[in-house]
């Protein structure tokens, strides 16, 4: 069993921008059950929990909300891991996208990027907030 996180800026990045990257090394993303999966793999990016953070007037404790998570574990639909790429291209997949997007020590977020495009993806059918 492998897990893996890390946590992105939300004023800088936004899970938008994640899977447009995700899309440009060649493993596009979908939405299901409130994250985006990279295809082929169990990389979800999770969406800031954008209520409470704006609620709580950017609350450093709620700045590590935005992240993206690898777990070996986690079920996911056969269609969303068809064809599954082995351990090793999935980790190679995850560090890159922790290189370009991971939050530095000491950031504290104070926006929210996309804010208008999270809110309609929280219309989605499925969508649970983290």
């Known amino acids: 069993m492998s897990r893996r996180l890390f946590i992105y800026n939300y004023e800088k990045h936004s899970a938008k921008d994640i899977a447009a990257y995700a899309e440009s090394l060649g493993h596009p993303c979908q939405f299901y059950d409130g994250v985006l999966v990279v295809s082929s793999t169990r990389i979800m990016i999770r969406f800031p929990a954008i209520d409470s953070i704006i609620k709580s007037n950017f609350s450093p404790i709620l700045s590590k909300s935005g992240s993206v998570y690898w777990d070996t574990e986690v079920k996911l639909p056969l269609e969303y891991l068809n064809p599954e790429l082995d351990e090793s291209d999935q980790v190679k997949i995850f560090v890159q996208l922790r290189r370009k997007f991971v ?13 208008d495009w ?12 983290f």
């Open 118 to 129: 999270i809110k309609s993806m929280q219309k989605k059918k499925s969508w649970w907030p």
């Open 103 to 115: 939050m530095s020590k000491g950031e504290y977020p104070k926006a929210i990027k996309d804010l």
